[in-house]
Each structure stands twice: as structure tokens, then as C-alpha cells.
């Protein structure tokens, strides 16, 4: 039966244009409210501004955006915004019950050695994250706070473990759960750019990025990795290095020779890769140019969501170990620049047999390096 004239029905839904994310980066940060203006102008809006990397993020309507700002004098470069996801190669239940209260990570590295010298005791680590259980029973004591970069309105908790996982590693405090971290005194602080299905938008690492300029961090674990290369992010790990803030990343998880993801593949990180038991490296470490040492990365147990722990593999475990023991060597000589620490653990390495290019993280031999370079003696 045909519906009357009158009879309109409701009226269909209108889908709202989809919005894309723009980053811009200013020459010198120069006249950023030229360019706002601009973007204004174009029907865009500022999403964020980071002062601290010289960086507006614009959002716009339609697939492309108006190009009007990407000639713009103050605009040195801009990019879109992508999408960056942490796949780590295995994550699995504690099945096993152990005795030792030292994760194998920690005893491998020999950090428990230093302890009586140097716990990390009031350096800054931030962990670019999912975020931090920190009602985690060995976490609690050294959460130092930190922010939600995804809703700034909230706590950076954790509704991954993948964030909650590597700060154990790093700061752990609870032998009784065999979660015990490099660096058991240091202040660990929570930077959300990753969501509870463990992706982040770029734009949303820069702002991380900022915000561990803005709050003064001494070392910021990435225990993430991108494949595409991108000028904003490279801008962002330059600036944090000037500042002298230790910047330690993940090497990635393709199991490639000469490929390693960004940031560690920029020369300002400290770019890690993964060992396991046996002192191989491990089957799923990418290796080549920019991966700087080693570090037990293969089923590492450590924290996990609800008070529990969990074993997981990956470059993400490896670098929390490297962290960690920059941590330890910070709080003995808090002036250390990043290229001395480089240094420090690099030449404090153990050897790889089976890949002599790259060495072994010990933490134990890189205090003692530097307690020798400082006319001190750790037996």
C-alpha cells in the first residue's frame, strides 16, 4: 500500500565528514598564530600545540584537507597523522612456579650486583605506554604519576598490561611475586599514547614526546616502533636529545637483518634488540643500523593487569632492561650526557658469539666503568 503525500518518515542520518589530522612543524617555532590563523581560515581547528617541539596538529574535514598551510613561509615541513600499533611475538600465562625471586632478565644483566650503590633512587623514567597499572603491588611504591595524552581528563591506567608489564622491568618491587626491576628506587611515571587495543596515533607520541621535555624526565623508554619514517617524529627524539634526556627505543619484531623500526633507528636513541636464555639473539630481533646493544627480551616475566604477572617476548621487554640500568648510572653521576651513557654500555657489554657486532647489556660492568672513570671502586 502506497504511503500518503504527507507522510515524510524520518529523515536518513547525515554522516559527518570524516576529519583528518595534519602535523606541521614551524621553522624556529615562528609565528605560530599566523599559522593558526590559517588553519582557521581553511575551516581546520588546532587539535594541539607542543611547544616544546614547535609543532601544531590541525584537524580538518574531508580526505586530504585544504593545502593552503602546506605552502605556508612559517611551515618547514608538514606530514599526516598515522597510526603506529605495538605487536609484540608472545604474551602468555606464568605456568611455572620459580624460586628465584629474580626475574632471569635481571639476574642476566647482573644488575642486582650494584644494588648496594645504586638502586636509581629519584630518577625520572617515563614509559610511553599503555599506560601503568600502578596499583600494582610492585609498582605502587615508585609511581610518580604521569598523564593521559588519549583523555587528558583521565589517569594514564593501564587496560592493556602491555605499559604495566615493561615498568615492572624497570622499577619492579616485589620479590614475592618475582617482579623485581633493574632500577627498584627510581620515580616511574605513566605517558598514555597508546590504547587498550595498544595503538597510537603519531600525533599523539609527539605529545608524549612534549610532555616528558615539559616535566623534566631523564629517560623516556619506547618500547614501541614504526616502519615508515617520519620528519616529525625525527624533529621531536632531536629536540628531547639536545635536552639531554635519555631516549631508549625498540629495535622491532620482524626477525629482519637491516631493518630496524623508528625511532631506534634514529642515531639520538639508544636502539635495542632481544636475547634470550640461551645468549643468542633472539629469533624475532630485527637487527642493522641503528640497534646499539642487546638485552634479555625473550620471556620475561613481569607485571600485569589486576595484581598479576605475565610472561611476554619481544624488543618492547629488552628495552625496559636498558632503561633500567641508565637509570643506575644516572643516580651515581645525574650530569652523565646521553653520549656518555652510550658509551658507558656499549663498551660494559658482553659480547655475542654468534654476532659480534652487537653486545650483551651488563649492568653490573657498566656501573663499575663508571665508578673507575670516577676514581671510585665497586668490587
Same mark, same amino acid.
Given at each position: 500500500? /502506497?504511503?500518503?503525500?504527507?507522510?515524510?518518515?524520518? !529523515?536518513?542520518?547525515?554522516?559527518?565528514?570524516?576529519?583528518?589530522?595534519?602535523?606541521?612543524? &614551524?621553522?624556529?617555532?615562528?609565528? %605560530?598564530?599566523?599559522?593558526? @590563523?590559517?588553519?582557521?581560515?581553511?575551516?581546520?581547528? /588546532?587539535?594541539?600545540?607542543?611547544?616544546?617541539?614547535?609543532? *601544531?596538529?590541525?584537524?580538518?574535514?574531508?580526505?586530504?584537507?585544504?593545502?593552503?598551510?602546506?605552502?605556508?613561509?612559517?611551515?618547514?615541513?608538514?606530514?599526516?597523522?598515522?597510526?603506529?600499533?605495538?605487536?609484540?611475538?608472545?604474551?602468555? !600465562?606464568?605456568?611455572?612456579?620459580?624460586?628465584?625471586?629474580? %626475574?632471569?632478565?635481571?639476574?642476566?644483566?647482573?644488575?642486582?650486583?650494584?644494588?648496594?650503590?645504586?638502586?636509581?633512587?629519584?630518577?625520572?623514567?617515563?614509559?610511553?605506554?599503555?599506560?601503568?597499572?600502578?596499583?600494582?603491588?610492585?609498582?605502587?611504591?615508585?609511581?610518580?604519576?604521569?598523564?593521559?595524552?588519549?583523555?587528558?581528563?583521565?589517569?594514564?591506567?593501564?587496560?592493556?598490561?602491555?605499559?604495566?608489564?615493561?615498568?615492572?622491568?624497570?622499577?619492579?618491587?616485589?620479590?614475592?611475586?618475582?617482579?623485581?626491576?633493574?632500577?627498584?628506587?627510581?620515580?616511574?611515571?605513566?605517558?598514555?599514547?597508546?590504547?587498550?587495543?595498544?595503538?597510537?596515533?603519531?600525533?599523539?607520541?609527539?605529545?608524549?614526546?612534549?610532555?616528558?621535555?615539559?616535566?623534566?624526565?631523564?629517560?623516556?623508554?619506547?618500547?614501541?616502533?614504526?616502519?615508515?619514517?617520519?620528519?616529525?617524529?625525527?624533529?621531536?627524539?632531536?629536540?628531547?636529545?639536545?635536552?639531554?634526556?635519555?631516549?631508549?627505543?625498540?629495535?622491532?619484531?620482524?626477525? *629482519?637483518?637491516?631493518?630496524?623500526?623508528? %625511532?631506534?633507528?634514529? !642515531? !639520538?636513541?639508544?636502539?635495542?634488540?632481544?636475547?634470550?636464555?640461551?645468549?643468542?639473539?633472539?629469533?624475532?630481533?630485527?637487527?642493522?643500523?641503528?640497534?646499539?646493544?642487546?638485552?634479555?627480551?625473550?620471556?620475561?616475566?613481569?607485571?600485569?593487569?589486576?595484581?598479576?604477572? @605475565?610472561?611476554?617476548?619481544?624488543?618492547?621487554?629488552?628495552?625496559?632492561?636498558?632503561?633500567?640500568?641508565?637509570?643506575?648510572?644516572?643516580?651515581?653521576?645525574?650530569?652523565?650526557? %646521553?653520549?656518555?651513557?652510550?658509551?658507558?654500555? *656499549?663498551?660494559?657489554?658482553?659480547?655475542?658469539?654468534?654476532?659480534?657486532?652487537?653486545?650483551?647489556?651488563?649492568?653490573?660492568?657498566?656501573?663499575?666503568? &663508571?665508578?673507575?672513570?670516577?676514581?671510585?671502586?665497586?668490587?
Amino acid at each position: 500500500m /502506497p504511503k500518503p503525500e504527507w507522510f515524510q518518515g524520518p !529523515e536518513p542520518m547525515k554522516r559527518k565528514p570524516k576529519r583528518i589530522r595534519k602535523i606541521f612543524y &614551524l621553522r624556529h617555532f615562528h609565528n %605560530p598564530k599566523s599559522c593558526i @590563523r590559517e588553519m582557521n581560515r581553511a575551516g581546520g581547528r /588546532p587539535v594541539r600545540i607542543l611547544p616544546q617541539l614547535g609543532i *601544531i596538529i590541525g584537524e580538518f574535514a574531508g580526505k586530504e584537507g585544504p593545502r593552503s598551510l602546506e605552502g605556508h613561509p612559517d611551515v618547514a615541513h608538514w606530514e599526516f597523522d598515522s597510526r603506529v600499533t605495538i605487536t609484540d611475538p608472545y604474551a602468555g !600465562e606464568i605456568k611455572e612456579k620459580t624460586t628465584d625471586p629474580l %626475574p632471569w632478565g635481571i639476574r642476566e644483566v647482573e644488575a642486582y650486583k650494584v644494588w648496594p650503590y645504586t638502586k636509581g633512587r629519584g630518577i625520572k623514567v617515563a614509559v610511553v605506554d599503555t599506560g601503568i597499572a600502578n596499583d600494582h603491588p610492585s609498582i605502587q611504591k615508585n609511581y610518580a604519576g604521569g598523564v593521559n595524552i588519549l583523555s587528558p581528563m583521565f589517569t594514564p591506567y593501564d587496560y592493556n598490561g602491555h605499559g604495566t608489564h615493561v615498568a615492572g622491568t624497570i622499577a619492579g618491587r616485589a620479590t614475592e611475586l618475582n617482579v623485581v626491576g633493574v632500577a627498584p628506587r627510581v620515580r616511574i611515571y605513566a605517558v598514555k599514547a597508546f590504547n587498550r587495543k595498544g595503538s597510537a596515533n603519531l600525533s599523539d607520541l609527539l605529545s608524549a614526546i612534549n610532555w616528558c621535555i615539559e616535566n623534566d624526565m631523564d629517560i623516556v623508554n619506547m618500547s614501541f616502533g614504526m616502519s615508515k619514517v617520519s620528519d616529525s617524529l625525527r624533529q621531536a627524539i632531536q629536540t628531547a636529545h639536545r635536552k639531554g634526556i635519555m631516549l631508549v627505543a625498540a629495535a622491532g619484531n620482524q626477525g *629482519i637483518s637491516g631493518t630496524v623500526d623508528y %625511532p631506534a633507528r634514529y !642515531e !639520538e636513541t639508544i636502539g635495542v634488540t632481544s636475547v634470550s636464555k640461551d645468549g643468542k639473539l633472539s629469533a624475532f630481533s630485527n637487527t642493522g643500523e641503528g640497534v646499539d646493544l642487546a638485552a634479555p627480551g625473550d620471556k620475561i616475566s613481569s607485571a600485569w593487569l589486576n595484581g598479576t604477572t @605475565r610472561v611476554m617476548s619481544g624488543t618492547s621487554m629488552a628495552v625496559p632492561h636498558v632503561s633500567g640500568t641508565v637509570a643506575l648510572l644516572l643516580y651515581l653521576r645525574k650530569n652523565l650526557t %646521553p653520549a656518555q651513557v652510550r658509551d658507558l654500555l *656499549i663498551h660494559s657489554a658482553r659480547p655475542i658469539q654468534t654476532h659480534p657486532q652487537y653486545g650483551k647489556l651488563n649492568a653490573f660492568q657498566s656501573v663499575q666503568l &663508571l665508578a673507575r672513570s670516577m676514581g671510585r671502586f665497586i668490587p
